[in-house]
């Protein structure tokens, strides 16, 4: 086969303890699936689960035990982070129900959803799509994926972000709105989620902003660290 140009190559992740990669298809986002994070929002409650997705290429893939670099995106004055527990698919299907949702998880990572804040405000206000706020490049730094059995039990793990070694953002998977697996069976019920997909679950209370010079530590107990040095 010939192409016009030279196929931009396979973004990958790597996995933990392993020389392979995770070969990355989709990435999916969770919105507003914290109770605390919804409210400072400004939303209460318990609402359906609503997604949107990043490009593969807004990864910032870092490996283990180092810092990455995350440049400040152009447009914005307001560039907040997001901690989240990323959820990597191993074994695709559709309409999955959430009794079966475990069985296509290949494991987890530490990933931050960065957001213009600013430009998702404005676009919140004029009825339009968040792109220019969520899906930028650099978006969505990752760490490495801890494959299932080397991650202990995820649903009852801390999460955590730390700005310049101090707490920005505290809690716990356990507070998801929507568990993993009920994210899973609503997902899979509007996309046939394939091998190589990331679902970005969502992210506590404690969002701010961050600026040039930064250093943002990230964590889920039992995952390792996520590092990243805004620049």
């Not at 494991?107 to 998702?120: H, I, K, P, S």
């Not at 991650?151 to 310049?164: I, T």
């Not at 190589?196 to 404690?206: A, K, Q």
Request: some cysteine.
């Amino acid at each position: 086969m010939t192409y016009v140009f030279n196929p931009t190559p396979t973004v990958s992740v790597p996995v933990l303890g392993t020389p392979a990669r995770f070969p990355v298809h989709r990435i999916y986002c969770v919105g507003r699936n914290y109770e605390e994070h919804a409210k400072e929002m400004g939303f209460t409650g318990r609402e359906p689960p609503f997604f949107f997705l990043k490009p593969t290429d807004a990864l910032v893939v870092v490996n283990e035990g180092e810092t990455g670099t995350l440049p400040y995106p152009s447009l914005t004055h307001n560039f907040h982070h997001e901690i989240e527990l990323v959820v990597a698919i191993g074994v695709g299907g559709k309409n999955i129900k959430a009794a079966d949702a475990f069985q296509h998880i290949f494991g987890y990572a530490v990933g931050l959803d960065m957001t213009r804040r600013d430009l998702q405000n404005e676009m919140k206000k004029l009825g339009r799509p968040w792109c220019i706020g969520k899906a930028f490049d650099a978006s969505a730094p990752i760490g490495p994926i801890t494959p299932v059995a080397q991650a202990g039990d995820v649903n009852q793990a801390e999460v955590y972000l730390q700005v310049n070694g101090q707490d920005r953002q505290r809690s716990a998977v356990a507070k998801l709105i929507w568990n993993i697996a009920e994210t899973i069976e609503h997902l899979s019920a509007a996309w046939e989620l394939q091998a190589g997909d990331l679902i970005y679950t969502g992210t506590p209370e404690g969002v701010a902003a961050v600026v040039s010079g930064d250093t943002l530590l990230g964590g889920v107990s039992g995952l390792g660290t996520l590092s990243v040095k805004v620049i």
